[in-house]
């Protein structure tokens, strides 16, 4: 009796795995062995059962025995790109059968098709994306589609995109557009004509038969910059662009894709925008556009990993939709946007913004180098570069201020003296469930409350306030000398946002050196030559020779001893400025400066070594000889070279230069990194690793 009831027991677990087994064979898209199912663990259990819910969704009953399981071992569906569905007869009112069930439409999937080595053809119907990662070059061949906020139409240049792993990944947005009332017959004789110059007669084919009103047709190339290929030639930074994993459908999609050097990805894991920063985008947009009060600034602040940098990059692309240019004043240190960390710069951007900050490093209008990837200890000397670098400001084109996420404290009192120093027009703060909240910024919070280095000053009658020590020291044109510096209230707006947050206070730090590294190296891509010419390490390259003589030297947040200076300079990462001071005359040099200067920086370079006989600094840079000409000043601060690039490159005879064990801790300025002690505060040194770099100084 016991053995009847186990067996009862047995038959209808082995019945349910029975009907799993017969479901199987179809699921399988590799050559891959099978598995039996019994020794599937619970989170292969779990897959299966999403792939014969996906298979039931499909309209196949895995129950009966049907071999329609997936979407690649499916049928052949129609080819229309919005296939409708079959008319069904309705049923009688006499009549007492239920009517059959509708067929289930497919699923919302774009069609593509390889369109030649290295190209693909993505069709998007109306309302569909396409979410991928890898870099690719976008040619939109017709209707309009967006990226990131930037909208691509027809017959405008192909733009280069960049969706990685580091941040949210891109997606391929069909536009709307508006079309003239015409017949589906006119539309699709107008589309040919269009693809007639890009595309060949099957293309063309293909296309027309899975042709749909207000689709769009995009063109989808492979992209190799000199940029992406020094960034993923360094070891373990191969996957930031595109990551190999086991896939399930092998079908020409797949291969599609890969011959572009992308690879779809889940709608979930692309950029996802919430109904607050919506309504800010659009109506920031409009302020912009209207241009009735003027050119608007608008102060992006929050927390940390809050989405500040994504909404700039949203809202700048939004902007180029419309205007000619926009400027952008960097203010945070540490996660810089168009250039190497440790600046405060100010550019005119009038290219879309495709990615992260490591694909599109640029030249700014104006930049200074603090050196440093938080401003901690230096408030003083933040605020007189922010006030050096903002009086460039043309006021032609709205402004997009960056702030740091040091919200907190003495962060919170620094954000107050920045919000009356610069007078922004629009405040967008953002916060999250995530984070901690902080107060909002409104004009009256922002009156009544003391900065670091302002007081609270009352409401005039202008419903302005006026910062007298401020106005002194900025610098503005002749015609606004003579007019007191009076400073409007601004519009708060509160952004809330949501999204996958994969940072967590245990890895913060090291994430945000990651990204600091890839922005070194993306501004150190630029030494390669273009593409299609092969890669070359940089100890290949040949430097700049710089006389002792030519240019002052100052190394800033440490003290190092003059007789040690060189050592610190020695394979670093230095900023090429341009001082005021004549600092010729000097038979031999090196020239050091007792104070650190507030000046142009120009560039970035390497220090690749010291020729101590004929007094010369090596310097490898991507700056070009004209603008080289100006530079009279080396100034070395915290920022590192990425130790990948040091550890990658080979050495004569196998020897890998400026790495060793062997490290004297107590030469002074040698004690850690330089900026890296805080004194005031922690009051000890930081542990160092027992491997560490070096400073040769042959």
């Known amino acids: 009796m016991a053995d009847s009831s186990q067996l009862q027991k047995r038959g209808s677990s082995r019945s349910t795995w029975a009907r799993a087994r017969k479901a199987r064979p179809q699921l399988l898209l590799s050559r891959r062995p099978r598995r039996r199912l019994r020794i599937l663990r619970w989170c292969g259990r779990r897959r299966l059962r999403r792939r014969l819910l996906q298979a039931q969704a499909a309209g196949a009953d895995w129950r009966a025995g049907t071999c329609l399981v997936s979407r690649a071992g499916a049928a052949p569906r129609p080819k229309t790109a919005a296939p409708s569905p079959a008319p ?29 080595p290295g190209r693909a053809l993505l069709l998007l119907p109306r309302d569909q994306g396409f979410t991928f990662s890898g870099v690719c070059r976008v040619t939109c061949l017709y209707g309009q589609v967006q990226v990131l906020g930037f909208t691509i139409g027809q017959g405008q240049p192909a733009r ?23 017949s589906k017959k006119e539309m699709k004789r107008e589309a040919r004509a269009l693809l007639r110059a890009h595309l060949n007669r099957d293309d063309r084919c293909w296309l027309m038969k899975n042709f749909s009103p207000l689709c769009s047709i995009v063109m989808l190339e492979r992209l190799k910059t000199s940029t992406v290929n020094f960034i993923t030639s360094h070891p373990g930074l191969s996957c930031v662009f595109l990551q190999e994993s086991p896939t399930f459908q092998i079908n020409t999609e797949y291969f599609a894709l890969r011959s572009v050097g992308i690879r ?69 240190l540490g996660q810089t946007e168009f250039t190497p960390p440790g600046c405060i710069s100010l550019l005119n951007i009038t290219e879309p913004v495709l990615g992260p900050p490591f694909t599109h490093q640029r030249t700014p209008q104006k930049m200074v180098y603090f050196g440093k990837s938080a401003c901690k200890n230096s408030h ?27 919200v907190t404290d003495q962060g919170l009192s620094l954000l107050v003296d920045l919000i009356r120093l610069l007078a922004p027009s629009h405040v967008v703060q ?97 030494l390669q030559k273009p593409v ?13 020779q710089v006389p002792f003589s030519a240019v002052a030297l100052r190394v800033i947040h440490s003290d190092v001893a003059p007789t040690h200076v060189l050592y610190a300079v020695n394979a670093s990462w230095v900023a090429l400025c341009k001082i005021l001071d004549d600092v010729r005359g000097y038979a031999e040099g090196p020239i050091l400066l007792a104070q650190t200067p507030v000046c142009d920086c120009l560039g970035f370079g390497i220090c690749r070594g010291l020729d101590m006989e004929k007094r010369l600094y090596h310097i490898l840079t991507p700056l070009p000889p004209e603008e080289l000409r100006h530079v009279n000043c080396l100034l070395v601060g915290a920022i590192s070279i990425p130790q990948c690039v040091l550890k990658s490159q080979p050495g004569p005879e196998g020897t890998i230069p400026y790495i060793t064990t062997d490290y004297n801790l107590r030469i002074p300025g040698a004690s850690g990194e330089i900026g890296a002690r805080e004194t005031e505060e922690t009051g000890r040194e930081k542990a160092h690793p027992k491997t560490r770099f070096y400073r040769k100084s042959n």
Not at 480 to 507: A, I
Request: contains cysteine.
């Open 264 to 332: 779809r990805e889940k709608r979930k894991a692309g950029l996802r925008l919430t109904e607050s920063v919506l309504a800010a985008l659009e109506e920031l947009v409009n302020v912009s556009c209207e241009e009735v009060d003027g050119c608007p600034v608008i102060l992006v602040c929050g927390s940390q990993d809050v989405g500040k940098s994504t909404f700039n990059r949203y809202l700048i692309n939004q902007l180029l939709n419309s205007l000619p240019c926009v400027d952008y004043l960097e203010c945070d």
């Open 430 to 526: 953002f916060s999250s469930a995530r984070c901690k909240p902080m107060p909002g910024l409104t004009p009256d919070y922002v009156d009544g409350v003391d900065g670091l280095y302002t007081r609270s000053k009352s409401k005039r009658r202008s419903r302005g306030f006026f910062l007298a020590e401020f106005a002194e020291n900025l610098e503005f044109g002749d015609e606004d000398k003579e007019s007191p510096v009076v400073f409007p209230g601004h519009k708060l707006m509160c952004v809330q946002s949501d999204f996958v947050f994969r940072k967590t206070p245990r890895n913060r730090e090291s994430h945000n050196r990651v990204l600091r590294d890839l922005a070194v190296l993306g501004y150190l891509g630029q």
């Open 532 to 544: 299609p010419r092969p890669l070359h390490p940089l100890h290949s390259l040949t430097p700049y």
């Open 88 to 116: 069904s007869p309705a049923p009688s009112a006499a009549s007492d059968e239920e009517p059959a069930p509708s067929v289930p439409a497919p699923l919302p999937i774009p069609p593509l098709r390889p369109a030649g």
């Open 160 to 182: 280069d995109v960049f969706s990685t792993y580091t941040h949210s990944r891109l997606a391929i947005n069909s536009a709307h557009y508006s079309m003239p009332e015409k």
């Open 380 to 406: 003083e000397n933040y605020i007189e570069i922010i006030k050096y670098v903002f009086s460039a400001y043309k006021r032609e084109a709205p402004l997009i201020i960056n702030t740091m996420g040091w």
